[in-house]
């Protein structure tokens, strides 16, 4: 390769995939990198038996002449045996802030946009003062203060502060690396929470309806009166039904589509963008829950979503009516509760439990054997879910 000069440098084109090295004949360890989107100067030499390159800078902001001279003094340190990458590694992790662990966390890992939502919110509320400090400068004794902050507000907010914060954390101490690979930042403060075991133990709801009859008259009889939304009633009555009788998740219930539910074949589907753990299940549906959603169709069939053109909304005036009405604060997931609570009283499988409820099978080695992917094999335990639902409710 001859002698690089500018005009060579200007005429060279850009890459359609990938990039290229050019090398420069006169100075041995300088060239040019042609990528797909730009051209920069680098060095390049060994250093301690390792191949070493160096990004000098951009080729339409820096001009030959002093890209030159700065990779003569550029293989000049890796010939004494200066790594420049390894001090621009430690540099960074000296200067990465909490904000952008964050940022590079969450760009990298493959979150649900809910999920990634719910995440950001966390460390903006718990830590937004510490968003913009250099990780580095966050010590142990810090996070403590905070971590009995939040826990005083909100035990529960506090475990899931904790959590996110190690995440980012231990992102970014894997991202920042020596040359060797060993982790440039300190170990996640947030490990002091483990090592002096104060974490708040959560403590597990355990309601669920236990009187069918009653729960049903304060669903039937719940009035709305809403101008605005005439049918606010309806649909909600129907989504708590739907809750009831399949155990759905209130978000997976709130986003299914038209697309998802087969009347005819009387299923529904869980597409795996929506699942929690990730995997798609088709369900069966008890007669009951296929006439509560034909009813429903009726109303709503020319719109994309089960519930109208968008997703169910966040129904808070209408439950909070509801649960004055029933006399205790029901949750949705009290429903998603109820719903295994009398499977496990009919004696269904847990395996089809399980299923049915689209839980991950996790570390059970006998339940992967178990492949319960045929909605059929669950019909009828959904359909007596369903059928001891209406015996206790007209008892």
């Known amino acids: 390769m001859p002698k690089l000069t500018a005009q060579f440098v200007r005429d060279l084109p850009l890459a359609r995939t990938g990039q290229s090295l050019i090398t420069d004949d006169a100075l041995p360890g300088f060239g040019v990198r042609v990528g797909t989107r730009s051209k920069s100067y680098f060095a390049e030499s060994r250093v301690k038996g390792r191949t070493r390159r160096v990004t000098l800078g951009r080729a339409d902001t820096l001009t030959l002449n002093d890209a030159r001279k700065l990779a003569m003094k550029a293989l000049a340190e890796m010939a004494d045996g200066k790594d420049r990458n390894a001090q621009l590694r430690q540099d960074r992790a000296k200067l990465m802030t909490l904000g952008q662990a964050v940022d590079g966390w969450l760009e990298e890992r493959p979150h649900r946009e809910g999920t990634a939502a719910t995440y950001r919110a966390t460390m903006q509320r718990e830590f937004g003062d510490w968003l913009s400090m250099e990780m580095r400068r966050i010590t142990p004794k810090q996070f403590q203060i905070r971590f009995h902050e939040i826990k005083d507000r909100t035990p529960a907010g506090a475990a899931l502060a904790v959590r996110t914060f ?230």
């Open 166 to 395: 190690k995440s980012c954390w231990n992102w970014a101490r894997a991202d920042v690396t020596d040359a060797e690979g060993n982790p440039l930042l300190p170990e996640c403060p947030a490990d002091i929470v483990k090592r002096k075991k104060i974490m708040p133990k959560p403590k597990r709801r355990k309601t669920f309806v236990s009187d069918w009859k009653a729960f049903f008259e304060a669903l039937d009889n719940l009035e709305t009166n809403s101008n605005r939304y005439p049918e606010a009633g309806k649909k909600f009555r129907t989504y708590v039904e739907l809750l009831a009788r399949t155990g759905l998740r209130k978000g997976e219930a709130a986003h299914l589509e038209w697309a998802d539910v087969d009347l005819k074949a009387k299923t529904l589907t869980i597409i795996a963008e929506r699942a929690k753990n990730g995997e798609a299940m088709t369900l069966p549906l008890a007669e009951q829950t296929v006439t509560l959603l034909e009813a429903q169709k009726g109303r709503t069939g020319g719109e994309t979503y089960v519930w109208g053109p968008s997703p169910y909304g966040d129904p808070r005036k209408t439950l909070t009516a509801f649960r004055e009405a029933l006399g205790w604060p029901v949750s949705f997931h009290d429903l998603r509760r109820s719903f295994s609570t009398v499977a496990t009283r009919l004696d269904v499988q847990q395996s089809k439990i399980r299923r049915l409820m689209n839980h991950a099978i996790g570390g059970d080695v006998t339940a992967g054997y178990q492949i319960l992917t045929d909605p059929e094999m669950m019909r009828e335990a959904a359909q007596a879910i369903s059928d001891y639902i209406d015996q206790q409710r007209e008892a």
